[in-house]
């Protein structure tokens, strides 16, 4: 049974660099597509962006461009790194893996069948 | 503004069958890219309920079920009990934002 558990610093002030990692137990991030969501106080779930054990990503276009989704095998963990945050990216933030026939640049036909237990990300000064 | 369309809230009567709508669009559900679904607990993370449309994965009672048809989908439930209060949330594809995309979330009441 795949373990999924977010880490991350709870509170980063506005303008600044937000980093949250995704460490992964009982499977290998070395298979599987991997995906950052997130959920704002109150509000339903958003997609951030995905990455594959290849190191291929895709990225929600709504965030432009300030998201970068990373992965060490070594350390079988994948991350996530925010830039120029405001406000508006306070949120539960979640990692999740994928299932299903897989994901293209253009398409993607898969479910998020295991998912960490979320962190809070709060940007305020 | 959610790409695909719940409705906020049903509710039900334990013991009672309730469905949730997901209304989506040219570009995501009737363009034949499937819908899933999901459960979220007060508190907890999203759990994974359905894949492609109408399958259930190991362990969810078969008292969940889903369809699909044209550019809509539903998730139902059958025999309502306490313990499914919930969030349901569905899930599928857009080809014009070419982005995963989720339903705006169903806020279930048990009566």
């Known amino acids: 049974q795949v373990q999924l558990r977010e880490s991350g610093p709870g509170l980063v002030k506005p303008s600044e660099t937000l980093s949250l990692a995704c460490s992964v137990s009982?499977?290998?991030?070395?298979?599987?597509?991997w995906s950052w969501i997130r959920q704002s106080p109150g509000k339903g779930l958003e997609w951030i962006g995905y990455?594959?054990?290849?190191?291929?990503?895709k990225y929600n276009p709504s965030l432009k461009s300030r998201a970068t989704i990373s992965i060490d095998t070594s350390k079988n963990q994948f991350s996530l790194r925010l830039t120029s945050v405001t406000a508006a990216d306070t949120a539960v933030y979640y990692c999740?893996?994928?299932?299903?026939?897989?994901?293209?640049?253009?398409?993607?036909?898969?479910?998020?069948?295991?998912w960490g237990q979320g962190t809070l990300l709060t940007v305020s000064s | 503004q959610s790409v695909l369309t719940q409705p906020p809230s049903v509710s039900g009567a334990p013991g009672q069958r309730v469905t949730i709508s997901c209304t989506g669009s040219?570009?995501?559900?009737?363009?034949?890219?499937?819908v899933h679904w999901y459960q979220q607990l007060p508190g907890t993370a999203p759990k994974f309920l359905i894949y492609?449309?109408?399958n259930r994965p190991s362990g969810v009672p078969d008292r969940f079920s889903g369809s699909k048809s044209g550019t809509s989908a539903s998730l139902a439930i059958t025999g309502l009990q306490a313990e499914d209060e919930a969030d349901y949330y569905c899930?599928?594809?857009?080809?014009?934002?070419?982005?995963?995309?989720f339903g705006g979330g169903t806020k279930l009441t048990v009566l």
């Open positions: 999740a893996r994928h299932e299903g026939r897989g994901c293209s640049s253009t398409s993607c036909y898969d479910w998020f069948d295991s």
């Open positions: 009982g499977g290998s991030v070395s298979t599987y597509f």
């Open positions: 990455i594959y054990s290849s190191g291929g990503t």
């Open positions: 040219s570009s995501n559900i009737g363009a034949g890219y499937d």
């Open positions: 492609d449309n109408n």
């Open positions: 899930q599928s594809y857009d080809s014009t934002l070419t982005v995963v995309v």
